[in-house]
C-alpha cells in the first residue's frame, strides 16, 4: 500500500492517500467501491468461473481449508468475504451443529448465497451479513474461527482487516486464509503469467461478459504480498503459531495464526 499522508488526529486517510487497485494507483477512499463493482458484475457467474479458470481445483483448495479448519460439534464460524457461500456450506456439511455467519462487504454476492442456502436447506445454520472486512459488526471475542477465502487482498487496509479477525476471535481461536500467491515454482512462474494474463480476462469475457474483472483478479494477486511476508503481517496482528503451507505449485497458500 502506498500512502502520502493521514490525518493525525483522526488516524484516518486523508483525500490524498493512494493504493493499489490491480496495476492502478487510486485514492484510498475509492477502493472499495471499484472492488464492489468487480463483484456486482460478475456475482451470478463468480462459482462458474471459478470452476473454469482453476479446472475445478478451486474445489480442492477450499477443500483443504476445511480439513485444516477441523470443525468441531457447535463451532460458530464467521466466514469474511464469502458472499455466495463456498466456504459456509462446506463448513456446515462437515459439521456437526456448525453454525457459521458469511460477512461481505457486497450485497449482489450476499444474494446469491442466500439464494444458495435456501436452495441447500441451510437457510436455518447460516446467517449472511453486510459488513466491512476492516470494520466487522460482530463483538469482540466471540467466534470459534475466522476464514476468508480469496478475499483478503482486495480489502483497502490488509493490516485492519487482521486486527479486526484477531479482534473478534475467542482466546484460543484460529484464523484461516486461504489466498493466492504472487509466487510458484520457477520453472511455472512464465506458463502461470502467460495463462493468467492472456487467458483468465479473455475467459471472463465469455463467461460472464466481463474482462476488465478478471484483469483485475490477476493484477491484485501480483500485487499481494509474498507468503513469508503475509505471515509477518499475521503476525504483526498479535497471532501466534503462525505458518502457511503452498498448494498447486505455490499458486496458493493457506495461512493459519491463532488468538491467544
Same mark, same amino acid.
Given at each position: 500500500?502506498?500512502?502520502?499522508?493521514?490525518?493525525?488526529?483522526?488516524?484516518?486517510? *486523508?483525500?490524498?492517500?493512494?493504493?493499489?487497485?490491480?496495476?492502478?494507483?487510486?485514492?484510498?477512499?475509492?477502493?472499495?467501491?471499484?472492488?464492489?463493482?468487480?463483484?456486482?458484475?460478475?456475482?451470478?457467474?463468480?462459482?462458474?468461473?471459478?470452476?473454469?479458470?482453476?479446472?475445478?481445483?478451486?474445489?480442492?483448495?477450499?477443500?483443504?481449508?476445511?480439513?485444516?479448519?477441523?470443525?468441531?460439534?457447535?463451532?460458530?464460524?464467521?466466514?469474511?468475504?464469502?458472499?455466495?457461500?463456498?466456504?459456509?456450506?462446506?463448513?456446515?456439511?462437515?459439521?456437526?451443529?456448525?453454525?457459521?455467519?458469511?460477512?461481505?462487504?457486497?450485497?449482489?454476492?450476499?444474494?446469491?448465497?442466500?439464494?444458495?442456502?435456501?436452495?441447500?436447506?441451510?437457510?436455518?445454520?447460516?446467517?449472511?451479513?453486510?459488513?466491512?472486512?476492516?470494520?466487522?459488526?460482530?463483538?469482540?471475542?466471540?467466534?470459534?474461527?475466522?476464514? #476468508?477465502?480469496?478475499?483478503?487482498?482486495?480489502?483497502?487496509?490488509?493490516?485492519?482487516?487482521?486486527?479486526?479477525?484477531?479482534?473478534?476471535?475467542?482466546?484460543?481461536?484460529?484464523?484461516?486464509?486461504?489466498?493466492?500467491?504472487?509466487?510458484?515454482?520457477?520453472?511455472?512462474?512464465?506458463?502461470?503469467?502467460?495463462?493468467?494474463?492472456?487467458?483468465?480476462?479473455?475467459?471472463?469475457?465469455?463467461?460472464?461478459?466481463?474482462?476488465?474483472?478478471?484483469?483485475?483478479?490477476?493484477? *491484485?494477486?501480483?500485487?499481494?504480498?509474498?507468503?513469508?511476508?503475509?505471515?509477518?503481517? #499475521?503476525?504483526?496482528?498479535?497471532?501466534?503459531?503462525? *505458518?502457511?503451507?503452498?498448494?498447486?505449485?505455490?499458486?496458493?497458500?493457506?495461512?493459519?495464526?491463532?488468538?491467544?
Amino acid at each position: 500500500m502506498m500512502s502520502s499522508s493521514k490525518d493525525d488526529k483522526t488516524g484516518q486517510a *486523508s483525500a490524498d492517500t493512494t493504493t493499489h487497485f490491480g496495476f492502478q494507483t487510486v485514492r484510498e477512499s475509492d477502493k472499495a467501491s471499484m472492488v464492489r463493482g468487480v463483484f456486482n458484475s460478475v456475482a451470478d457467474r463468480y462459482d462458474l468461473m471459478n470452476d473454469a479458470m482453476s479446472a475445478g481445483v478451486h474445489r480442492l483448495w477450499k477443500d483443504s481449508l476445511i480439513n485444516s479448519i477441523n470443525p468441531r460439534p457447535g463451532m460458530h464460524l464467521l466466514d469474511v468475504a464469502g458472499g455466495t457461500g463456498d466456504i459456509a456450506f462446506r463448513f456446515l456439511e462437515a459439521s456437526q451443529g456448525g453454525q457459521v455467519t458469511v460477512c461481505d462487504i457486497n450485497a449482489e454476492m450476499l444474494r446469491v448465497g442466500r439464494k444458495r442456502a435456501e436452495d441447500k436447506g441451510y437457510a436455518g445454520r447460516a446467517e449472511f451479513v453486510c459488513g466491512d472486512a476492516q470494520k466487522l459488526p460482530f463483538g469482540d471475542r466471540t467466534k470459534d474461527a475466522y476464514t #476468508i477465502a480469496f478475499g483478503i487482498r482486495n480489502v483497502t487496509r490488509i493490516e485492519e482487516a487482521l486486527a479486526e479477525a484477531y479482534r473478534v476471535l475467542k482466546p484460543g481461536a484460529k484464523f484461516f486464509c486461504l489466498e493466492f500467491s504472487p509466487q510458484v515454482v520457477p520453472v511455472l512462474q512464465s506458463t502461470y503469467d502467460s495463462y493468467s494474463f492472456n487467458v483468465i480476462p479473455k475467459m471472463g469475457k465469455v463467461l460472464t461478459g466481463d474482462a476488465d474483472s478478471y484483469q483485475y483478479l490477476v493484477e *491484485s494477486i501480483r500485487r499481494f504480498p509474498a507468503p513469508d511476508r503475509f505471515a509477518d503481517m #499475521i503476525r504483526a496482528a498479535g497471532f501466534s503459531r503462525v *505458518s502457511y503451507r503452498t498448494m498447486s505449485a505455490g499458486v496458493v497458500a493457506i495461512h493459519t495464526g491463532t488468538r491467544i
